[in-house]
C-alpha cells in the first residue's frame, strides 16, 4: 500500500509540473498615443493594472523625444510593484521625418520568458517604412519567437505601400519564428494582407474594431479595425485572442482617450 501511495504522489507530482511547464504565454499589442511625459502617476498606474496579467507587451507610440522612454521606466516599475518582475527595452527614435519617428518598446515578464540577444529596428526597409518596425527574440521553454513591432503610417497615407514591405520580412529571416503586432492602420480584410496570409499567417483578432470614437453612439463606441496581431498558424497553438476594452472604466471616451484612442489587442498562446 505504501508503494502505491508513493507511485500515485509520484504522478500528481509529474502532472503538476506538466500542467506548470505548459502554462500559456500571453502576448499584448498595444498603441499607447503619445506615451510620454504627459502620462501623469494615476494614468501609468491604470496602464499597469491593465496590462499586469500578461506576459509580453508590445507598445507603440513611445514619444521618441524627452519622456518617452523615461515613461516606459515609469511603467516598469509599476508593474514591479504588483507581484512579479518586469524588465523592457525601448527602441531608438525610428527613421523617418522629426514629426512621424517615434519609438517602440517590449516589456516582459522575467519569470516566463527570456529576451535572446538585443531587439533591433528593421533597417533594411527603413526608406519604404516611415517607422520601421522593431523585432525581439524571446525564449519561452526552450522554444523561441521573435515579436515585429510595427506602427504604420496614417490611413489617409496609403499604409498598404509599405505593408507589402512586411511580407518580405518571413523571407529574410526564414530561421525566425516571426509574430507581427502593432498598429497597421488597416483592417486585416484588407488585401495587401494577401501574401503575408497565403504563406500561412493568420490574423488573431477577426472582425473587431480597436480605435476609440470621439463618443459612444448607440452603445457603439469603437470604430476601425486597426491593431492586430499576424501568427503562423503552424508554429504557435492559439489559445484565446480579444481585446481589453479599458475604455469601459472611464464615463466619457473623451477620457479614456487621455489613455489611449487604441484598446488593447492580445494572443494567448503556446509555442508548437
Not at 7 to 28: E, G, H, R
Not at 144 to 168: C, D, G
Request: with cysteine.
Amino acid at each position: 500500500m505504501a508503494f502505491l501511495r508513493y507511485i500515485l504522489f509520484l504522478l500528481i507530482l509529474i502532472n503538476s509540473l506538466s500542467s506548470a511547464f505548459d502554462q500559456p504565454l500571453t502576448l499584448i499589442s498595444w498603441n499607447l498615443k503619445d506615451f510620454g511625459k504627459s502620462k501623469d502617476d494615476s494614468e501609468i498606474r491604470f496602464i499597469a493594472e491593465t496590462i499586469r496579467h500578461a506576459d509580453i507587451i508590445a507598445i507603440q507610440e513611445v514619444v521618441a523625444g524627452d519622456g518617452g522612454a523615461q515613461a516606459v521606466a515609469r511603467l516598469v516599475l509599476e508593474l514591479n510593484t504588483m507581484g512579479a518582475a518586469w524588465d523592457y527595452s525601448v527602441s531608438d527614435p525610428t527613421a523617418s521625418t522629426p514629426h512621424k519617428t517615434e519609438r517602440y518598446a517590449y516589456l516582459w515578464k522575467k519569470s516566463k520568458v527570456k529576451l535572446m540577444g538585443k531587439p533591433w529596428l528593421e533597417q533594411k526597409y527603413e526608406q519604404q517604412i516611415d517607422r520601421e518596425p522593431f523585432l525581439a527574440t524571446f525564449e519561452a521553454k526552450g522554444k523561441q519567437f521573435t515579436v515585429v513591432n510595427y506602427h504604420a503610417i496614417t490611413k489617409s497615407m496609403q499604409p498598404e505601400s509599405e505593408i507589402r514591405y512586411l511580407t518580405y520580412l518571413p523571407i529574410e529571416y526564414s530561421k525566425l519564428n516571426l509574430v507581427f503586432a502593432g498598429d497597421f492602420n488597416l483592417s486585416q480584410s484588407h488585401m495587401e494582407f494577401k501574401t503575408l496570409k497565403s504563406i500561412g499567417y493568420l490574423a488573431a483578432v477577426m472582425n473587431q474594431k480597436t480605435t476609440l470614437k470621439m463618443n459612444c453612439k448607440e452603445n457603439e463606441c469603437l470604430c476601425s479595425e486597426f491593431d492586430n496581431i499576424f501568427y503562423l498558424k503552424s508554429r504557435l497553438n492559439i489559445l484565446e485572442t480579444g481585446i481589453i476594452p479599458f475604455y469601459q472604466q472611464f464615463e466619457t471616451l473623451l477620457k479614456a482617450r487621455e489613455i489611449s484612442d487604441h484598446v488593447p489587442v492580445y494572443i494567448k498562446f503556446s509555442i508548437n
